[in-house]
């Protein structure tokens, strides 16, 4: 049953000209003075999250985008300075992106936001998907068995320094501690001070691709899965829930469909379907144009992937439309009894599922942001918090 819903913000700024036919991406480039209003959307959106009952806000962790698309290089210590903003939301890190980080100041950092905040923070972990910021911390992504080797053995790290009171560890990126002298003795443990004080961290990771060595790593630390938050395509996939309850079930663990899952959407509320894809179209191409050039809408063709490249080509080219992703579920667009429609269908097909993330595609300006989001949570939220409220009753 569907009882929490969260909304993910990368950190776009309203942007103006978006879509098939607006400016190239490569074309952007905006003033300091604009890139950093990504705040103040944050905190707007966080605010009025909290005060509509929303369970968790995510933002995501990203370097160097002039853009415009995704601004905020420290989700930490945003999440922070909203929580010092807001009640009861938590705030998501959606994703810290481990191999730009030494794992063992992650740990320090999280649990620092751990104490400060009472647990208000949620931990997440991801690979990367830009080049252009991984690569310029330092570590591979273009060589992604060797991004996946780092990660793995970075997280590896993080929950042995999360669980344990003192821990080594001796691998091939990392030997914690060095062997070196301290204090007259020979150092051979270590220990993260301070711990969260919440233990067992829950920390979440996005699922691409859903391959069984991805989803067993993830089973076996006990981690949470999103499926389709923040990418062009958005929604379950189902072969992927599959993958998921088999992983589990390898390590003895029995989970309804959908449990420990988090299904990510795009969405727009309307009147109706047809003025909700007049008005989100654009912003659903310019989502396209920015994930498509990074490979991560497995549907592109090379050709297409170039043809978006060019404003006067793209609009009239055979490219993703919202209508599509509309169809094939990816996106929650139409008016709010459409909306509650297809969220209850997907309770009756994944009875573990409880939590949704339903998010505004890049480039909307901040008031529609507000707008949208004011309107789900009055409209769309309560006719799953009644459930919520009932669920005590049909236990008795």
Same mark, same amino acid.
């Given at each position: 049953?569907?009882?929490?819903?969260?909304?993910?913000?990368?950190?776009?700024?309203?942007?103006?000209?978006?879509?098939?036919?607006?400016?190239?991406?490569?074309?952007?480039?905006?003033?300091?003075?604009?890139?950093?209003?990504?705040?103040?959307?944050?905190?707007?959106?966080?605010?009025?999250?909290?005060?509509?009952?929303?369970?968790?806000?995510?933002?995501?962790?990203?370097?160097?985008?002039?853009?415009?698309?995704?601004?905020?290089?420290?989700?930490?210590?945003?999440?922070?300075?909203?929580?010092?903003?807001?009640?009861?939301?938590? =705030? %998501?890190? +959606?994703?810290?992106?481990?191999?730009?980080? #030494?794992?063992?100041? $992650?740990?320090?950092?999280? /649990?620092? !936001?751990?104490?400060?905040?009472?647990?208000?923070?949620?931990?997440?972990?991801?690979?990367?998907?830009?080049?252009?910021?991984?690569?310029?911390?330092?570590?591979?992504?273009?060589?992604?068995?060797?991004?996946?080797?780092?990660?793995?053995?970075?997280?590896?790290?993080?929950?042995?320094?999360?669980?344990?009171?003192?821990?080594?560890?001796?691998?091939?990126?990392?030997?914690?501690?060095?062997?070196?002298?301290?204090?007259?003795?020979?150092?051979?443990?270590?220990?993260?001070?301070?711990?969260?004080?919440?233990?067992?961290?829950?920390?979440?990771?996005?699922?691409?691709?859903?391959?069984?060595?991805?989803?067993?790593?993830?089973?076996?630390?006990?981690?949470?899965?999103? =499926? %389709?938050? +923040?990418?062009?395509?958005?929604?379950?996939? #189902?072969?992927?829930? $599959?993958?998921?309850?088999? /992983?589990? !079930?390898?390590?003895?663990?029995?989970?309804?469909?959908?449990?420990?899952?988090?299904?990510?959407?795009?969405?727009?509320?309307?009147?109706?379907?047809?003025?909700?894809?007049?008005?989100?179209?654009?912003?659903?191409?310019?989502?396209?144009?920015?994930?498509?050039?990074?490979?991560?809408?497995?549907?592109?063709?090379?050709?297409?992937?170039?043809?978006?490249?060019?404003?006067?080509?793209?609009?009239?080219?055979?490219?993703?439309?919202?209508?599509?992703?509309?169809?094939?579920?990816?996106?929650?667009?139409?008016?709010?009894?459409?909306?509650?429609?297809?969220?209850?269908?997907?309770?009756?097909?994944?009875?573990?599922?409880?939590?949704?993330?339903?998010?505004?595609?890049?480039?909307?300006?901040?008031?529609?942001?507000?707008?949208?989001?004011?309107?789900?949570?009055?409209?769309?939220?309560?006719?799953?918090?009644?459930?919520?409220?009932?669920?005590?009753?049909?236990?008795?």
């Amino acid at each position: 049953m569907i009882t929490k819903f969260d909304s993910l913000f990368a950190g776009h700024i309203d942007m103006e000209n978006a879509g098939y036919g607006g400016t190239a991406v490569n074309d952007r480039r905006f003033p300091n003075e604009d890139l950093a209003t990504v705040f103040d959307k944050a905190e707007g959106m966080a605010k009025l999250m909290d005060r509509l009952g929303y369970n968790a806000f995510w933002m995501a962790e990203h370097h160097f985008q002039h853009e415009g698309y995704e601004c905020i290089p420290n989700v930490l210590m945003a999440a922070l300075h909203l929580a010092h903003l807001t009640r009861n939301i938590k =705030i %998501g890190c +959606g994703f810290n992106i481990t191999p730009m980080w #030494h794992p063992l100041r $992650l740990v320090e950092d999280y /649990a620092t !936001a751990d104490i400060l905040t009472g647990g208000r923070v949620i931990f997440g972990v991801g690979r990367g998907y830009h080049t252009r910021e991984v690569e310029t911390f330092g570590s591979p992504l273009l060589d992604q068995p060797a991004n996946r080797e780092l990660f793995e053995e970075q997280v590896d790290i993080i929950f042995k320094a999360f669980n344990n009171e003192s821990f080594s560890h001796r691998g091939k990126h990392y030997t914690l501690p060095p062997e070196v002298p301290y204090r007259g003795y020979d150092l051979k443990e270590l220990t993260v001070v301070p711990r969260p004080l919440r233990l067992p961290v829950e920390c979440w990771q996005p699922i691409q691709g859903g391959t069984a060595r991805a989803v067993d790593f993830m089973a076996k630390h006990g981690i949470r899965g999103l =499926i %389709g938050g +923040g990418s062009a395509e958005g929604g379950a996939m #189902h072969r992927v829930v $599959l993958a998921w309850q088999e /992983a589990h !079930a390898r390590i003895g663990q029995e989970l309804e469909m959908g449990e420990r899952l988090c299904f990510g959407f795009h969405f727009y509320l309307a009147k109706n379907r047809e003025q909700g894809i007049r008005e989100a179209g654009i912003y659903y191409e310019e989502n396209m144009k920015m994930f498509g050039e990074l490979r991560l809408v497995r549907a592109l063709s090379d050709e297409q992937i170039e043809i978006m490249r060019d404003p006067k080509r793209a609009p009239h080219a055979k490219l993703p439309r919202i209508e599509d992703a509309i169809a094939n579920g990816g996106v929650l667009c139409g008016s709010p009894e459409q909306v509650i429609e297809h969220l209850k269908s997907l309770e009756r097909r994944y009875p573990g599922l409880d939590r949704v993330s339903v998010s505004l595609s890049v480039g909307v300006p901040k008031s529609v942001c507000l707008e949208q989001l004011e309107w789900f949570g009055k409209e769309v939220l309560p006719e799953f918090q009644k459930a919520k409220v009932a669920e005590p009753a049909f236990a008795n």
